[in-house]
């Protein structure tokens, strides 16, 4: 799959986010998706807004199919509010008191990206702070009723109704929201092939 716009190698997409995958689409690169199968626990021990580029990092190691020829993309978007990750909730009820807890608050939306070839690897984070206002228990109940968020931190998308009429405003990238800071990674890339490289990098 040639990437003409950035001159890159074959890219390969480790998400089953329907998000992430239309948001690297929009940026003209090509690529293939591989859905990830990946333990995402984490040690308590492990800062808040660390969280995401440490999952970013492990969904990056359990893949073993990756190619001489080929750059790995994972990433892991938190919802981090008072120190602690809210994540994704597994039932209605769960998702409800999520909502309830960031209803008038701010709080932060981490996504981390672990980029990864044969030869280098670079991992970087980016972090967006959103306010809700405060939301009534029926806006709540019509959003959970009627988008069902269950595969979202923080049970909710900023791209959904709720987001329309519950985001009082952001500070940071909006995509990042969304699961995939692409201005960004766009930087990140353009870094990958003339090697100035923004994240930190490992060599293995």
């Known amino acids: ?3 003409p716009i950035l001159n890159l190698p074959n890219v390969v997409l480790a ?3 329907p998000r992430r995958y239309e ?3 929009s940026l003209g690169i090509a690529f293939k998706v591989v859905k990830p199968d990946t333990d995402e626990s984490f040690s308590v ?3 808040a807004l660390e969280v995401a580029p440490f999952l970013a990092r492990k969904k990056a190691e ?3 199919g990756l190619k001489t020829d ?3 993309i ?3 978007t938190t919802v981090c509010l008072d120190g602690m990750v809210i994540n994704k909730p597994e039932n209605k009820d769960e998702a409800r008191q999520m909502l309830q807890t960031l209803s008038g608050r701010d709080h932060t939306v981490v996504t981390g990206v672990c980029l990864r070839s044969a030869e280098k690897e670079v991992i970087f984070s980016e972090k967006t702070l959103v306010r809700f206002k405060k939301l009534t228990e029926n806006e709540i109940d019509y959003y959970l009723e009627h988008f069902k968020p269950y595969d979202k931190a923080g049970a909710y998308g900023i791209q959904d109704w709720i987001g329309f009429i519950g985001v009082e405003r952001i500070e940071g990238c909006f995509y990042n929201v969304m699961g995939l800071p692409v201005a960004r990674l766009y930087k990140e890339l353009v870094g990958w092939i ?3 490289f923004m994240g930190y990098t490992e060599r293995f």
């Open 62 to 64: 359990a893949y073993s």
């Open 1 to 3: 799959m040639p990437n």
């Open 15 to 17: 998400s089953a986010s």
């Open 194 to 196: 003339g090697g100035d």
């Open 23 to 25: 948001l690297l689409k």
């Open 70 to 72: 080929e750059i790995l």
């Open 45 to 47: 021990s492990i800062a």
């Open 74 to 76: 994972t990433c892991d």
